[in-house]
């Protein structure tokens, strides 16, 4: 009974904390949502990684559809796997910050710091050798003071328009992800998917590659073009 009860409100605070803290509706002026809307141009995106073998099977086939995107990589999984983190960016994708360990408490806290934000970028910079400007909060919540401290920090907070359920387990299939991405999908947007899961060296992950392998031809022929943020919004991706 007692776990029943935590789960609910487990349950509520989630749902509360999207419908106030999460793009595309909020965000309190801080978040980028997406890019011109008189362009055909897209970003695909991908938070929570690195892992194996799902993000190296998802960087081949990016390789094979000849697209760039943008990965928002977690700062213990780049510990992880910082080979993998290099040969993204050796590829011509960017790297965006996700944030030390993936925690939506500090981003709650109005008297906390940077220093979970700034452990990540720490993280991409032992093995880069840059310093990511784009950042993108765990879950998405985004609070005022947490945008603000952002903004003064000199980072681009990147939100979306085009979410999908690809971190759900089990997988959502790889055709329903693509048909709803597709659907919502506008000149400009910023797609949200999942290469990877926080915290874990190893992972299984199919369906999202597999939607992206559906999604891309899909979009190409009604006449779209894949580009990094950097490109998209026409801001620097490094500091």
Known sequence: MIKLLKQSIIQRFDALGNHLLSPPRSGF????????????KLALTFDDGPSRPCTEQLLEALDQLEVKATFFCLGVNVGYHPELVLHMY??????GNHS????????????????????????????LGVRPRFYRPPWGWLTPWEGRRLARAGYTI??????????????V???????????VAQAGSIFCFHDAKPWEPLWEKRE??????????ELRAQGYEFVTLAELLHRPAYG
């Not at 002026?29 to 055909?40: A, E, M």
């Not at 328009?161 to 089990?170: G, H």
């Open 29 to 40: 002026g801080y978040f980028v949502h997406h890019g011109p809307r008189d362009q055909p």
């Open 90 to 95: 050796q590829r011509g994708h960017v790297i």
């Open 100 to 127: 030390g360990w993936h925690s939506r408490k500090r981003g709650l806290l109005p008297w906390a710091d940077l220093s979970h934000i700034r452990a990540g970028e720490e993280a991409i910079y032992a093995v």
């Open 158 to 171: 990147i939100g979306w328009d085009v979410y999908t359920l690809d971190w759900v387990i089990p997988e």
């Open 173 to 183: 299939d790889a055709v329903t992800l693509a048909r709803d991405a597709c659907r």
């Open 208 to 217: 999202t590659t597999r939607a992206i392998k559906l999604l891309v031809p």
